[in-house]
């Protein structure tokens, strides 16, 4: 039987908080390191599939929630006249509870991809769908409140002026990004729109939580959910998230221009 290096047999033995503080120190490049070495051990040493994936979903989303604010709609705070921080601070709460949200949604895929009919847990996916639907509506109320927040600083032109200046079409094609979600951020940005872009994020909370609670339903009631509805979740899910997030790539690029 192959053994591994120390190093990797180490590694792969780290809990979840050994992992967070390796993101909190910015040592990302090892992080990495020890993702792919548990799929390489996956591979190799038969680690149990379904252990993996959820202990990998929550890796990443430990370390979407400790990088000072600069994955989910951030970096917007500064486009208001006053309350500023409150703004950003609403915003930076709202996506740590929708990155929490995210882990039971992912976790819940992964019951539903890898447990046979007959062994399904009715149980247990409705406690990660109802994890789930808690979260998403705070996320959506802080979201709001950041809106209103917003709407009664007032703008800051100058800031603004910097979103409405630059060219994000070429931003885009040089960092490859999805045509349609950046058509979307863009019609935001170009307006100068952060108030738009903050209830576009709510809407699309409360979306998602419909299809949620379709999902829930089903599971209440000991059926499984249909393969339309958990691939409309997984969608919508997804399509958020890269909207939340080239928001705030674009707005960060177009901030830094001057």
């Not at 929550?58 to 989910?72: E, F, G, Q, S, Y």
């Not at 903050?198 to 999902?215: C, D, F, G, P, S």
């Amino acid at each position: 039987m192959k053994k591994w290096p120390r190093e990797k047999t180490f590694l792969f033995r780290q809990p979840l908080d050994i992992m967070h503080k390796m993101v909190f120190n910015g040592n990302l490049k090892k992080l990495n390191y020890i993702l792919r070495c548990k799929i390489k051990l996956n591979k190799e040493c038969n680690v149990k599939k379904r252990a993996l994936q959820v202990l990998t979903v929550l890796v990443l989303v430990l370390t979407a929630t400790v990088m000072d604010a600069v994955i989910h709609v951030n970096d917007f705070g500064r486009t208001f006249a006053g309350g500023q921080s409150t703004c950003e601070s609403k915003v930076t709460q709202g996506a740590e509870l929708y990155f929490k949200a995210n882990v039971s949604i992912m976790s819940f895929f992964a019951e539903t991809e890898i447990t046979p009919d007959k062994e399904y847990n009715f149980t247990k996916a409705l406690s990660l769908v109802q994890s789930a639907l808690g979260y998403l509506k705070e996320a959506k109320t802080n979201y709001s409140q950041a809106a209103q927040i917003g709407s009664a600083a007032g703008y800051i032109q100058a800031e603004v002026a910097m979103l409405k200046a630059f060219d994000y079409d070429k931003f885009a094609a040089e960092q490859g990004l999805n045509e349609g979600i950046k058509e979307r951020v863009k019609c935001f940005l170009k307006n100068g729109d952060v108030i738009g872009i903050y209830q576009e994020v709510a809407n699309r909370v409360e979306e998602l939580t419909a299809t949620l609670k379709v999902v829930e339903k089903n599971l209440q009631d000991n059926v499984k959910p249909q393969i339309s509805t958990v691939w409309e979740l997984l969608q919508k899910s997804s399509d958020l998230t890269l909207f939340g997030n080239y928001a705030t790539v674009m707005a960060t690029a177009a901030f830094g221009q001057q």
